[in-house]
């Protein structure tokens, strides 16, 4: 029964996302062919109608998303840190909190990925979801970054290195320690605006129905949790082929 339903809102989808692309005689194929299940199984017409009244719901609420905040995320440099080509053609927006595991674990993918392709431009949006204060300090790693990034952006390189290596949790101390290697402890008590830019983020990021970091979006798709180089390399791939 599951493996009938999937199949079943699998071709729905199908129609649905590339009807501008198919030739109508394949849409109209597909669709006998939905029709012809549905006839033959009507026990699982509740079940399509609802998850595909879902999918629906999702794609209205990501496009509404994408109209509210994709100007906020693809044209900011100075609220969101980016590297690699500034004017690359295939912009890689990461959701990242330099104190969740994984996203340090998917920092040194994204720093390869612009190496390979010249055309790659990375945007960071900071959202510090692990922790908005650090114990023993004034400001948790996001802010102190934005601030670097913001008033003194030939040390952010480092200092977005260093925040990203410390493990687990970053404390006022190793946030101090950061500051002082790199020349920025001006920013750990910086009184620039840097917490309206991160509460955009938290908007942008609740609105696109995102969970938790890392969460990429590049292609036209959206990536929630890490993913392996290999697998975001063939997504980067299939976006320059298009």
Known sequence: ????????LSLFLIVSAASNAQQPST???QLDQINELLEQNPEVIPSVLNSLQQYISSKKTAEQAQRDHGQWLLDNDDAHPWFGNENGTVPVIVFTDYDCPYCKRLEPHLQKLVEEFPQVKVINVLVPLRQQSVQGGNLNPANFALNVWQNQPEQF??????LYKKNGLHTGKS????????GTRSQLDSP???PTVIERNYRAFADFQLR??????VGGQTIPGYIEYSELKQIVQQTLAQ
């Open 192 to 194: 620039k605006a840097t």
């Open 27 to 29: 849409q109209a194929q």
């Open 175 to 182: 946030l101090e320690q950061i500051a002082r290697k790199t």
């Open 1 to 8: 029964m599951k493996y009938l339903l999937s199949t079943i």
């Open 212 to 217: 938790g970091t890392p969460a990429i979006m």
């Open 157 to 162: 390189a480092e200092v977005h290195d260093l």
